[in-house]
């Protein structure tokens, strides 16, 4: 067990000392001094180190947990929902977990790109037909990047309008640098 001593103040709003722990313990600066304040300790036992595992900060923390809502099967990686998602705030964080290749989440990037430049183009023209090549652009480059570079199953099958949804929080996520490349 370690132990820390802090200062406390004597009273509502005097300022703790900023004295270092040894001089704290030193017999002629007693806890009654007004300057000192009250000492207390605090235990606390020191944690593991164990070394930080491969990959990424957010293939870490990605990695998929065991929950009640979502299990893994080891032979295949895939992962499999047991149930139904409540709600889109539930389902994000499952869906985030399905994109933790980097190659993946970049052609998810580009083919929403292409959504939205497609989109505003043929709105822009009044060229309707190209309207019908929106599903084909956005998710051909989707599909391509979980079945080649993620391994995984697409969550489209599973929840397509939670999965069109998250497609596009995740794209403004990655512009604001909340998920990265």
């Not at 030193?26 to 304040?37: A, E, I, N, T, W």
């Not at 794209?171 to 998920?179: E, Q, T």
Request: with cysteine; proline share 10%.
């Amino acid at each position: 067990m370690n132990k820390l001593f802090i200062s406390v103040p004597p009273f509502p709003g005097a300022r703790p000392s900023t004295a270092p722990a040894a001089l704290l313990k030193h017999p002629r600066l007693q806890p009654s001094m007004p300057f000192l304040g009250v000492q207390k300790v605090i235990k606390w036992r020191p944690l593991p180190m164990t070394p930080a595992p491969r990959g990424s900060r957010l293939e870490r923390a990605l990695r998929p947990k065991a929950t009640l809502k979502t299990t893994t099967a080891e032979n295949v990686g895939v992962k499999k929902n047991i149930g139904p998602f409540n709600s889109f705030a539930e389902f994000y964080p499952y869906y985030l977990s399905e994109h933790g290749n980097s190659t993946c989440r970049r052609l998810h990037f580009i083919g929403t790109s292409l959504v939205i430049f497609i989109l505003a183009f043929a709105i822009g023209k009044g060229a309707w037909l190209l309207l019908l090549a929106l599903p084909v652009a956005g998710y051909s480059f989707a599909w391509i990047g979980h079945f080649f570079f993620e391994n995984n199953r697409p969550a489209t099958f599973q929840h397509p309008f939670y999965s069109l949804l998250g497609d596009f929080v995740m794209y403004r996520d990655m512009i604001l640098g909340k998920v990265p490349f």
